[in-house]
């Protein structure tokens, strides 16, 4: 369940950005991309039926997905799951890092299973990450714990209401 | 579109092993739900029928890719935050979520006295003067049709990802 590695984290000149795509995506690359943001089909070789659909080969299909997530030109590819569905939980936390401690509590942060996103952003309250647990009441355990392994306060900023969420992108 | 209910009953054992062996991602490979099957110990039609009805179910929200937002040309995400009178928020956050530039939109707790800001406007767009003046249009809409109720705002960029895994759940 641990991360394989955590690029950028010991260097502090790459840790400002980040997990960075290492190049961009290619005209086809996009077109698969705005594909792959639909349905995937459950059918067998569902691969094969996205080439179809956007005139390539299955065996391009696959190099091309293989190759964007080797080059974090993906996050992810697979199912997006809905922990609340589940009977889990999400949690948008923030905490005000220290740039002194800025990669050694990132480091911290990020080994926690729980935390599914994790970004910069210039505001005082500089560290914002989502938690997702099991259970409901494991959002105020993790944030015990990863309080107690930083130091630093969590502040939890639960969903009230859902007003919007769009989960798809042009490319 | 009306929302499967909640359902707290949880996974059975197969459901769970298909989620354990999926959260990182699906295998890229021409048959990854053979893949998966191989894996968890079950049919190949078993691993598309549980994710079928967990599709259904609502339990996973899609399948398919997770582009990086920074390599598809939305490098500026623009996290902005609004501080609403209580009495019209639903009606506010509606109105901001329907937005077309607004990718996720959300009623939160204010964290007083630094974090006065309740409705939370997720902005991507190619640049952080666009993600600005759509914000300003945002600022301009409320004034229109609810005067008066926005007592404050602020926006903050991301300035990189730290992590980005989706969900994680302990096996």
Redesign the interface.
């Known amino acids: 369940?641990s991360?394989t590695s955590t690029p950028?984290v010991a260097a502090p000149a790459a840790?400002?950005?980040?997990?960075?795509?290492t190049?961009?995506?290619d005209a086809t690359d996009?077109k698969?991309?705005n594909a792959?943001?639909?349905?995937?089909p459950?059918?067998?070789?569902?691969?094969?039926d996205v080439a179809a659909a956007v005139g390539l080969d299955?065996a391009e299909v696959?190099a091309r997905?293989?190759a964007?997530?080797r080059d974090?030109?993906?996050?992810?590819?697979?199912?997006?799951?809905?922990?609340?569905?589940?009977?889990?939980a999400f949690c948008?936390a923030a905490m005000a890092v220290p740039e002194a401690a800025w990669g050694e509590v990132?480091e911290a942060?990020?080994g926690f299973?729980?935390?599914?996103?994790?970004?910069?952003?210039?505001?005082?309250?500089n560290?914002?990450?989502v938690l997702?647990t099991?259970r409901p009441e494991g959002i105020a355990d993790v944030a015990g714990r990863i309080e107690a392994a930083t130091g630093l306060p969590v502040?939890l900023?639960?969903?009230?209401?859902?007003?919007?969420?769009?989960?798809k992108?042009e490319? | 579109m009306a929302s499967p209910a909640p359902d707290h009953s949880g996974l059975d054992e197969l459901d769970r092993r298909i989620v354990l062996a999926t959260q990182d991602g699906l295998p890229v490979v021409s048959r990854p739900y053979a893949a998966v099957a191989a894996q968890v110990g079950c049919t190949e039609e078993a691993v598309r029928e549980r994710l079928t009805q967990m599709l259904e179910s609502g339990r996973i929200r899609r399948i398919g890719a997770v582009p990086n937002h920074y390599a598809i040309g939305y490098t500026a995400n623009g996290m902005s935050v609004w501080n609403i009178d209580d009495a019209v928020i639903d009606p506010v956050g509606e109105r901001v979520g329907a937005l077309d530039f607004v990718t996720h939109c959300y009623r939160r707790p204010r964290h007083l006295p630094d974090w006065p800001y309740n409705l939370f406007a997720m902005v991507h767009a190619a640049s952080r003067e666009a993600a600005l003046a759509r914000v300003d249009e945002i600022a301009m809409l409320l004034e229109r049709e609810f005067r008066g109720a926005c007592k404050g705002r602020d926006v903050l960029f991301s300035a990189g990802i730290l992590k980005k895994t989706g969900l994680r759940i302990a096996g």
Request: hydrophobic share 45%; no cysteine.
């Open positions: 369940m991360e950028g840790s400002r950005r980040g997990l960075a795509a190049r961009e995506p996009r698969l991309i792959l943001q639909g349905d995937f459950l059918t067998e070789t569902p691969f094969a299955e696959i997905v293989q964007m997530l974090r030109v993906l996050t992810r590819f697979g199912p997006m799951f809905q922990i609340e569905r589940m009977g889990g948008l990132a942060v990020n299973p729980e935390v599914a996103h994790n970004y910069r952003r210039e505001h005082s309250l560290m914002w990450f997702a099991e502040h900023f639960p969903k009230e209401k859902e007003y919007f969420v769009e989960m992108l490319a």
